[in-house]
């Protein structure tokens, strides 16, 4: 049970995805994301927490670590999260069986609370981290032009200019580059092993310790 943490938007998806393909098939691999167990919109708006999606309140880390171990014995239930609707979508929901080896990448991960036996931590500079995330927004932004169903349909009215300088000031800003230095760069110490990503998205292992 492989953890895979890191910032929003350093390419912990796109890293595990590649892992899985890396290791099979002469091993079975599963690929699912922290992103599940987040409480749906309506439980965040409730409680107030909407706007500090990602931090680790906003996440059901029972359901979480329940989930791991139930895998370690027979099928387990992961919830699925959709990015264009910001929101868990249930159509997304899947029931993995036990693999030889399941990597759980996302965020909510700050040690090995939810039973791993491994955690790695995908590590970039800030600067880069916002670019990333702020090339991702505008993505979505411009496939909702024809897709009213998708979260950042609202934000259609914007110029892309307008969308990428929002996407940076205030969800960057003040949304995930917080909660990266308050609470999901602690997984780096905490990590058995440490990537470092650097701005031309090429890899090397750095000491976890330094």
Known sequence: MVGLTGSVAAGKSTLANALKAALEPGLTVEVVSTDGFLWPNAVLVERGTLMRKGYPETYDQGGLAAAVATLRTGPAVFPGYSHVIYDIDPSLSRTVAPPDILILEGLGLADKAAGLDLL?????????????????????????????????????????????????????????????REHIILARDAADIVVRKLSDHSLWLADPGG
């Open 120 to 180: 790695v931590y995908l590590d970039a500079g800030e600067a880069d981290l916002e670019d990333w995330f702020a090339r991702r927004f505008v993505d979505f932004w411009r496939a909702a032009e024809h897709d009213p169903a998708s979260f950042y349909a609202r934000f259609r009215a914007m110029t892309e200019p307008e969308a990428e300088a929002f996407a940076r000031s205030m969800v960057w800003g003040q949304m995930n580059l917080p909660n990266l």
